[in-house]
C-alpha cells in the first residue's frame, strides 16, 4: 500500500517538473523602460520635514518612502538623523508631543492633535509642526491649527518657504 502511494507523488512530482519546464518563457534582449520617474513621483520619494538650525527654522529633506502627515509629525518628536546632528540640526518638539493626528479640511485647512497639551510647546516646536503640516497638505498654502489638551494654536500659515 505505502509503494503505490509513493509511486503515485514521484509520478505527480515528475509530471509538474515536466509542466513547469515547458511554460514557453524564452529568453529575450534586454527591454528598454524609458527615463526614471520624475514630477509628483519624484517628490514622493523625499521627506519634507522643518527642523531646528541655530535657533531658527530650517527646511529638510530626506530620502525615504510616501508617509502620512502624521508619521512626517512623528519624526520630528524622533531624533534627527546622525547626518542632521552633525549639521547642528535639532528639534524643539518633544517626543511627548506624539502620536500626532491630522484633519484636512477642504478648504485646505489642516488640524494637528498633539498628545499633550498645545500651549506647553515652544514657538518654535509649533513653527515646525506648523510648516511640516502645510508642507504635506495638498493646497498652499494650508492654514494649519495646532491642537492639544482642549488648547488651540492658529490657525497659522509657515513662516518660511517649502523645502
Do not use: Y
Request: glycine share 12%; with cysteine; hydrophobic share 40%.
Amino acid at each position: 500500500m505505502r509503494t503505490g502511494l509513493a509511486r503515485h507523488v514521484l509520478a505527480a512530482g515528475l509530471v509538474s517538473l515536466l509542466a513547469a519546464g515547458g511554460c514557453g518563457v524564452q529568453p529575450s534582449e534586454a527591454i528598454s523602460a524609458g527615463n526614471p520617474p520624475s514630477g509628483g513621483v519624484a517628490r514622493s520619494l523625499k521627506i519634507a520635514l522643518f527642523l531646528v538650525k541655530n535657533g531658527r527654522l530650517s527646511a529638510v529633506t530626506r530620502p525615504g518612502f510616501r508617509l502620512s502627515q502624521a508619521d512626517a509629525l512623528a519624526l520630528l518628536a524622533a531624533e534627527p538623523t546622525e547626518e542632521e546632528r552633525s549639521r547642528g540640526i535639532t528639534t524643539d518638539v518633544p517626543p511627548e508631543a506624539g502620536p500626532f493626528s491630522v484633519t484636512a479640511g477642504p478648504d485646505g485647512h489642516v488640524v494637528v492633535t498633539l498628545s499633550t497639551p498645545a500651549g506647553e510647546l515652544s514657538a518654535l516646536a509649533v513653527d515646525q509642526i506648523v510648516c511640516t503640516a502645510a508642507a504635506w497638505a495638498p493646497q498652499t498654502p494650508a492654514q494649519v491649527t495646532v491642537v492639544g489638551a482642549g488648547q488651540d494654536l492658529g490657525p497659522r500659515s509657515c513662516p518660511v518657504q517649502r523645502p
